[in-house]
């Protein structure tokens, strides 16, 4: 199973970013699925979840200026933001909860992707 992040780079402020995850493997289902962010010294921040039911959830951070959505496979979300500040500048981390097979067995669990960083700077 493999968690994949991509889409981060350098923005201006003000600018816009759309970060892509996808899970890979043999994936039998993917439940919940979500976007962290992290700059050093501070905790793992959640920004934004999306249950398998396309339900949606954001951290006030964020609310308003990022939409979180998911693909019709369900294994392949996105993280639209809009209006970034150098306050957003981090990197940020995708982790999904999913079902697959393992050695013939069906396995829950949740995996991290290795991140993308996002710069935001004129």
């Known amino acids: 199973v493999q968690v994949v992040e991509s889409g981060g780079g350098l923005v201006q402020p003000g600018g816009s970013l759309r970060l892509s995850c996808t899970a890979s493997?043999?994936?039998?289902?993917?439940?919940?699925m979500a976007w962290y962010r992290e700059v050093p010294a501070n905790e793992r921040e959640l920004l934004a979840i999306?249950?398998?039911?396309?339900?949606?959830n954001y951290a006030d951070s964020v609310k308003g200026r990022v939409t979180i959505s998911r693909d019709n496979a369900g294994t392949t979300i996105i993280l639209q933001m809009n209006d970034l500040t150098p306050e957003d500048a981090a990197v940020y981390y995708c982790?999904?909860?999913?079902?697959?097979?393992?050695?013939?067995?069906?396995?829950?669990?949740?995996?991290w992707g290795r991140g993308t960083q996002v710069t935001v700077s004129s």
């Open positions: 982790n999904a909860e999913l079902r697959h097979l393992e050695h013939g067995r069906f396995v829950r669990n949740t995996y």
């Open positions: 493997g043999n994936i039998f289902k993917a439940y919940d």
């Open positions: 999306i249950t398998n039911d396309n339900i949606t």
